[in-house]
């Protein structure tokens, strides 16, 4: 064994070298992204707290998911399993889906329709709203064993978070500091009150297992820069192309965000047909036998063919033509996020109109026409970071200020301003190092 | 097995072995002639099928549907290169309406990536096939593949 082989085996074995690794933000700031921040296992950890169990309202689910007294959903925030309930006097809940004695799972199946919550371990029992109202054996048997004489059920029950709806979503949040809800939202609000105006039915699931840091593709529904580049079938059958009439609105705080675009508004300009006609999105070739899968209605009323709306840190929104959806993005460790997709339409909606909804649902998720090549790019994204020791990303398209770009959909302004915010939360400055000892 | 069926076993187990040796050949177009004009190819997860929810990741409600859905894998959609093998196991009809034959079969998908040759079981689940008798023999009016886990790793491109 060589002299640099054995060093080597020892610095592994005596560690710990895991923090002499460089984490230092590069100068630039909001602009650049550096690769140990989809990499690194310890920032990762940090996340959880000041992210995703910090200030932020993360969204668990729909009301229709949930409609009777009983009826529960199991989900995530971050890693954390929590469950979503309808208590008796119609509230939704959301609790930490832990027993408040040792820590058992409470709830094992994904919906359901309970009268309480039940720890099979040792048969504590919880109500709807997650208050403890029994623990078995609490007065001992004949006089032996048993709780301590001071034992009081209220201060035991499941782990509450704060719950609030808006049109039909609803948010949980750990954190008794974040603002309202709406207040949160801000202007982004109105993206989801355009789409979300009557009651909901919900038509089915799809989750993808994609194999990268959940920033990567969080990162990807707020860039719409390269929705008609990467998506050729977006450009070829004219959903969504950059000649077209488009928009972006973000909220005052820079966390939420979303694009629209308008089919049939094609303005001709000279750069247009320039750069379009290298771009690989727009393919003559592709052309559809049966194209009535692209038939779509304007039900809102607007011309709006496209409007995607991302909240901060885990909520998409989605209208594509006549198909809806929700996309809640779960991270599983530092390089694996679950994608789950809830495809709806209205509670009135008639079978036509369903049927439209479900040929539509061909185009987006995990086996989408359109934007199947999201979650390939994230993983290819997060292969091509390696150990993400060197190297960050160039976030400059239309500027390098968080206004910069304005409402141009040919902007990175809504990257930039998540890494803005995921900075403030994080507690990272420029040029220091970080503390992660 | 009844005589009906007993008639069509090998013919119908070769149909459905035709569409997995076609895609894992990486001859994906040939499995559009495998279906009726106006047959259906759907891949949903069990997930939803057991709670009654329509939605299905991929619902090709004609030949032409399902042979833009290829055509688009071809030239449109990017992804990591990568192949599948299909084993079928099980195969059995199990019923027959006005000439429509209802037929089951298991199957797994192993996933093996180009690059760097990783290989993962990337599906498994039940088929449930309605299957004609045409005159160019038999025929499916119906693939649909239910899925058994309510995850999809990655992405599903290549029909499987």
Known sequence: ?437 | MTPQHDTHFRAVENLIYEWARAIDEDRVEAIADLLVPEGRYTVKSRFNHDRDLPMAIIDSRSAAQLRDRIKSMRIANIYEPHHYRHIVSGVQIVGEENGVLQVRSNYLVVRTMTLDGDMKIFSTGQCQDEVVITAEGPKFKQRLFLYDSRIIETLLVIPI
């Open chain 1, 1 to 437: 064994m060589s002299t640099a082989n054995t060093s080597c085996h020892e610095a592994v074995m005596h560690g710990p070298i895991s923090h002499k690794t460089p984490r230092t933000w590069p100068a630039e700031g909001y602009t650049r992204a550096p690769y140990w921040a989809y990499t690194d296992p310890d920032i990762y950890a940090q996340e959880q707290a000041k992210i995703f169990r910090g200030k932020t309202w993360n969204y668990v689910g729909l009301e229709a998911e949930v409609p009777e007294v009983g009826s529960f959903k199991t989900t995530y925030i971050g890693e954390q399993s929590v469950v979503l309930t309808r208590a008796e006097d119609g509230s939704l809940h959301v609790v930490v889906n832990r027993c408040a004695h040792r820590g058992n799972m409470l709830c094992r199946d994904a919906f359901g329709k309970v009268k309480k919550l039940y720890c099979v371990y040792h048969a504590w029992n919880y109500n709807l709203k997650g208050d403890l109202t029994h623990a078995a054996f609490s007065h001992g048997l004949r006089g032996e064993g048993g709780l301590p004489k001071d034992f009081q059920l209220s201060e035991h029950g499941l782990h509450k978070l704060r719950v609030a709806t808006f049109c039909g979503l609803v948010f949980a949040s750990f954190s008794d500091e974040v603002e309202p809800l709406e207040d949160w939202l801000g202007d982004v609000a109105q993206g989801i009150r355009r789409v979300l105006h009557k009651p909901l039915k919900v038509l089915g699931y799809d989750t993808q297992r994609i194999h990268a840091n959940w920033k990567a593709y969080h990162e990807n529904p707020r860039d719409s820069y390269h929705a008609n580049i990467l998506h050729t079938f977006y450009g070829t059958f004219g959903l969504s192309r950059q000649s077209q009439e488009s928009g972006m609105t973000l909220d005052k705080s820079g966390r939420h965000v979303y694009f629209y675009t308008k089919a049939g508004t094609e303005k001709k300009s000279e750069d247009f047909d320039k750069t379009s006609a290298a771009l690989r999105s727009v393919n003559d070739a592709m052309k559809l036998e049966d194209p009535s899968i692209l038939k779509w209605r304007d039900e809102f009323g607007d011309g709006v063919s496209v409007q995607v709306l991302t909240t901060y840190p885990s909520f998409v929104l989605h209208q594509i033509a006549n198909s809806l959806a929700t996309r809640q993005l779960i991270p599983r460790g530092v390089g694996e996020s679950d994608l789950v997709w809830t495809y709806f339409g209205f509670a009135d909606d008639d079978d036509a109109t369903t049927q439209t909804r479900l040929v539509q649902a061909n185009l987006a998720g995990s086996a989408g026409m359109i934007s199947v090549e999201d979650a390939a790019v994230c993983e290819m994204m997060q292969r091509a970071m390696a150990d993400g020791q060197s190297g960050e990303s160039f976030i400059e398209m239309g500027g390098k200020t968080l206004e910069s770009g304005g409402n141009t959909k040919l902007s990175e302004r809504a990257i930039r301003n998540f890494w803005h915010n995921y900075r403030l939360d994080m507690g990272i400055d420029l040029d220091t190092d970080l503390d992660l000892a």
